[in-house]
C-alpha cells in the first residue's frame, strides 16, 4: 500500500504543478454535457464508422458488429483493452502472462493474431515486423477511450489486408469531453496504475487535453505456485486539440510518448543468451503525432489524415524498430436517395530496422511501401426494406504484392423490429518479416548422444494468406430494451503458414553434432465454422444485463499429405465460450458490476498440453461522492486462486497462470 500511495502521490504532485499555471488563465469548465449519454441504449441502437467509414445506424449495418461504449467501460473492472474485449462475442482472449495477450477474433489465437486488424483513431496498430499487435505498447488509459467498434469477420474490403477475421477500431475521446481535471488512481494484486488528466478551451472553438498514465503490472504465478518472471513497468503521456475552425470544418492533432519496462520468461529450446532460467528483460518505447481534417456537409463529409509512428521493442537481446509514415483520404457522399458511396485512397512507407546477436533477418533494413485504393457503394433497392453493399479495396505492396478484396452484402428490413443480412468477401493476409526473413537458433536436446540444434528460418517464398468467407446474421428488437443479435460464418482458408522440418544434417565441426532447421511455408489450408449470439436487455432504467456465446470449429489440413510432420500454428480456439455481465445501480450513487465468462478447452498440438476449460468472475462495486469523487472496490478471477489461459505450445513465451486478485481505486474530477 505504501508503494501505491508514493506513486499516486508523486504523479499527483506533477499534476498539480502542471496545472496551477492553467488554473489562473482559465475559468473553471466542467465536463462535456453536449454529448448525449448511451446509458438507455441497447447495442441495436447505437451508431458506428467502422463497418463502411462512414456515420451509420448499427442496425442498418450488414455486418457482425459490437460497440463497446464508455459506460461499458466505466462499469467495467478491466484495466486494459484485451479485458475489455472479453465482453464481445466471437472474440478469444487470453491473458499469457503480466504484460502479454493473445487477441484474436473467430479462431487462430497466437501472441500475433495475423488475422485481425487493430486500429486507434484510423491508425494501425499492426506490426508487418512480427505479424501481430503488441498490446502493452499500446496501454491506453481506458478513461480516454469513447468506445471500441468490432467487427467480426472481413473488413478489407475498405480497411485491406490482414483485416481477415476481425477489425478493432479504438475510438478516444474529443478533447471537449474531457475538459477539466481529473486525477485517478488503483491498488491490487495484479497491478497498480495512475493517471492524471488536464484540459481546457481556447475560446469556443478549440478545446485540448493532455494526460500522464502510469502502469506497474505485478508478476503472475507459475505451475508450482512461485512468482513468474514477468511483469512490466511503463510511463505514458500525450495529448489532443480539436479546432472547430467552422461548423463544417473540424482538425484535430494528437499524439504520445511512451517507455517501459518488461521481463519475460522464454522457452528452453530457443537457445538464446538469456539470464538464468531462460530469464529475459526487455524494453519497449515509442510514439506517435496524428493530424486530421474533417469537413462534414449534409450530404456528404470528406477526411483527411496523416500520421507518423516510431516503435521500438527490445528484447531477447535483439532490437526491433518500425517508422511508419502514413497518408488517406475518404470521401463520402450521398449520390441520390438510394446510392450511398465511400471511396478513398493512401499511401504508406514504413522502415523497419533489425539487429541483436539472436533474431536475425537476412538483411537488417527492409523498407515497405503499401499504395491502395477503395470503394464501397451503398443500393437501396426497396426503400427501408433491402440494401445491396458492393465494394473492394484494391492494394500493391512490397509484402502482400497486388490484392484485389471484395465484398458484397445483402440487408433485408422486413419490418422495423427485424432485420437479416447475408454477405461474401474475399481478404488476405500480408506475409510478416519474421515469415520471410527470420533466423532464431533452437536447441532440441540430444539424440544417441549428439546435441541436436537449428534455426527456425523464414522463407522468402512466403505468399499471402487467403480467405473467402460467407456469413449471415439476424438482428430483432424484442421489445424497445431487449435485442437479439446473431450471426454465422463459414470461413475457406488457402495458403495457411505451417512450419516445415527439413532434413537433418550432421555437422562435424566445430563440434560434432545434428542440425534440424524448421522452414516456414504455406503447407496448410482450412475450413471453419462458428455461430455468436449476444443478447442486451435493460428492463429497468438501473439494471443492464448483457449475455453472450460464441460456438466454433475448424478443419486444418495439409495441402501435401506427404509432410505428415509437418507443424502449424493450431486453431487455439476453444469450441464454446460464454460470457455474462450485470450492471445494477441499487441506490443513488452506488453500483455494483458482475461480469463472468466460461472458456472451454483450449486445443493445442500436444494433447498433454490442453488449457483446460476455466470460468472467470469479476465483480465490484463503486460509489459516487458527489459529482467529484468516485471510489471503487472488488476483485478478479474469484473462483479460483489462479489458472493458466494459453499455452506454451506455438510461441516463445511460457505461460504465467492469472491469480485472483484485490483492488481498490479512487477517481476525482473537477
Given at each position: ?190 497491478e497498480d496504475m495512475a493517471h492524471v488528466q488536464w484540459g481546457g478551451s481556447i475560446g469556443d472553438r478549440v478545446q485540448y487535453h493532455s494526460y500522464l498514465f502510469f502502469t506497474d503490472r505485478q508478476p503472475f504465478y507459475t505451475s508450482i505456485g512461485q512468482q513468474a518472471y514477468d511483469g512490466e513497468r511503463s510511463l505514458r503521456g500525450g495529448g489532443r486539440i480539436d479546432w472547430q475552425r467552422s461548423v463544417a470544418d473540424w482538425i484535430t492533432l494528437s499524439g504520445d510518448l511512451y517507455g517501459g519496462r518488461l521481463k519475460q520468461q522464454i522457452q528452453a529450446n530457443f537457445a538464446l543468451p538469456l539470464g538464468p532460467n531462460h530469464q529475459d528483460s526487455g524494453s519497449i518505447g515509442g510514439g506517435y503525432v496524428l493530424s486530421r481534417w474533417e469537413h462534414k456537409l449534409p450530404h456528404s463529409d470528406t477526411a483527411l489524415q496523416f500520421y507518423y ?362
Amino acid at each position: 500500500m505504501i508503494r501505491a500511495l508514493r506513486l499516486t502521490a508523486a504523479l499527483l504532485g506533477l499534476f498539480v504543478s502542471g496545472i496551477s499555471g492553467l488554473l489562473a488563465q482559465q475559468q473553471p469548465a466542467g465536463p462535456d454535457l453536449s454529448a448525449s449519454s448511451l446509458e438507455d441504449l441497447t447495442q441495436m441502437q447505437l451508431r458506428v464508422t467502422s463497418f463502411a467509414r462512414k456515420d451509420q445506424d448499427l442496425w442498418t449495418t450488414p455486418a457482425a458488429v459490437f460497440v463497446i461504449t464508455k459506460e461499458d467501460i466505466e462499469r467495467s473492472a478491466a484495466t486494459s483493452i484485451p479485458e475489455l474485449l472479453r465482453m464481445v462475442p466471437g472474440v478469444q482472449v487470453a491473458q499469457i502472462d503480466a504484460s502479454t495477450w493473445a487477441v484474436s477474433v473467430r479462431g487462430f489465437n497466437s501472441v500475433y493474431a495475423s488475422k485481425v486488424l487493430v486500429l486507434i483513431d484510423g491508425r494501425t496498430i499492426y506490426s508487418e515486423i512480427y505479424s501481430g499487435e503488441h498490446w502493452d505498447q499500446n496501454d491506453l488509459p481506458l478513461e480516454n477511450i469513447e468506445r471500441i467498434e468490432v467487427i467480426r469477420g472481413p473488413g478489407a474490403a475498405v480497411w485491406g489486408t490482414n483485416a481477415v477475421n476481425g477489425v478493432i477500431n479504438i475510438i478516444t475521446k474529443r478533447a471537449r469531453s474531457t475538459v477539466g481535471y481529473g486525477a485517478s488512481g488503483q491498488y491490487g494484486r495484479v497491478e497498480d496504475m495512475a493517471h492524471v488528466q488536464w484540459g481546457g478551451s481556447i475560446g469556443d472553438r478549440v478545446q485540448y487535453h493532455s494526460y500522464l498514465f502510469f502502469t506497474d503490472r505485478q508478476p503472475f504465478y507459475t505451475s508450482i505456485g512461485q512468482q513468474a518472471y514477468d511483469g512490466e513497468r511503463s510511463l505514458r503521456g500525450g495529448g489532443r486539440i480539436d479546432w472547430q475552425r467552422s461548423v463544417a470544418d473540424w482538425i484535430t492533432l494528437s499524439g504520445d510518448l511512451y517507455g517501459g519496462r518488461l521481463k519475460q520468461q522464454i522457452q528452453a529450446n530457443f537457445a538464446l543468451p538469456l539470464g538464468p532460467n531462460h530469464q529475459d528483460s526487455g524494453s519497449i518505447g515509442g510514439g506517435y503525432v496524428l493530424s486530421r481534417w474533417e469537413h462534414k456537409l449534409p450530404h456528404s463529409d470528406t477526411a483527411l489524415q496523416f500520421y507518423y509512428d516510431d516503435t521500438s521493442r527490445h528484447e531477447l537481446s535483439s532490437a526491433a524498430r518500425t517508422r511508419t509514415l502514413d497518408a488517406e483520404y475518404q470521401n463520402h457522399r450521398a449520390a441520390g436517395p438510394r446510392n450511398d458511396m465511400v471511396w478513398g485512397g493512401g499511401f504508406r512507407f514504413t522502415s523497419d530496422h533489425i539487429g541483436g546477436q539472436t533474431l536475425l533477418t537476412m538483411k537488417p533494413e527492409y523498407k515497405n511501401y503499401l499504395v491502395d485504393g477503395f470503394i464501397q457503394d451503398e443500393f437501396t433497392l426497396v426503400p427501408h426494406r433491402l440494401v445491396f453493399t458492393f465494394g473492394s479495396k484494391i492494394q500493391q505492396g512490397t509484402l502482400a504484392g497486388f490484392q484485389l478484396q471484395p465484398s458484397g452484402r445483402l440487408l433485408w428490413s422486413p419490418n422495423e423490429k427485424q432485420s437479416m443480412w447475408g454477405a461474401v468477401s474475399r481478404a488476405a493476409v500480408a506475409p510478416a518479416i519474421q515469415d520471410t526473413g527470420l533466423n532464431v537458433p533452437l536447441n532440441f536436446g540430444t539424440q544417441m548422444g549428439l546435441p541436436v540444434t537449428g534455426f527456425l528460418q523464414g522463407n522468402p517464398n512466403s505468399k499471402p494468406e487467403i480467405a473467402v468467407v460467407y456469413e449471415v446474421g439476424y438482428r430483432r428488437k424484442v421489445t424497445n430494451n431487449l435485442t437479439l443479435d446473431v450471426a454465422a460464418f463459414f470461413n475457406v482458408y488457402d495458403r495457411l503458414q505451417s512450419v516445415e522440418p527439413q532434413t537433418p544434417v550432421f555437422v562435424p565441426t566445430p563440434t560434432p553434432h545434428v542440425q534440424s532447421n524448421l522452414l516456414y511455408e504455406n503447407g496448410f489450408s482450412a475450413k471453419t465454422t462458428g455461430t455468436e449470439v449476444a443478447l442486451s436487455w435493460k428492463p429497468v432504467p438501473s439494471l443492464s444485463l448483457q449475455a453472450n456465446y460464441s460456438w466454433m470449429q475448424a478443419q486444418v489440413k495439409e495441402v501435401d499429405p506427404a509432410d505428415d510432420d509437418s507443424l502449424v500454428d493450431t486453431w487455439s480456439t476453444p469450441r464454446n465460450s460464454a460470457s455474462g455481465s450485470i450492471s445494477w445501480s441499487f441506490v443513488p450513487g452506488w453500483s455494483l458490476n458482475t461480469f463472468a465468462s466460461f472458456t472451454d478447452t483450449l486445443p493445442t498440438v500436444s494433447t498433454s498440453n490442453q488449457v483446460p476449460r476455466y470460468t472467470r468472475l469479476d465483480m465490484h462495486i463503486s460509489r459516487k461522492i458527489g459529482h467529484a469523487i468516485e471510489v471503487d472496490a472488488g476483485g478478479t478471477n474469484l473462483l479460483t486462486p489462479r489458472h493458466v489461459e494459453f499455452s506454451g505450445d506455438t510461441a516463445a513465451l511460457v505461460p504465467s497462470y492469472v491469480p485472483r486478485s484485490f483492488f481498490v481505486k479512487a477517481k476525482w474530477t473537477f
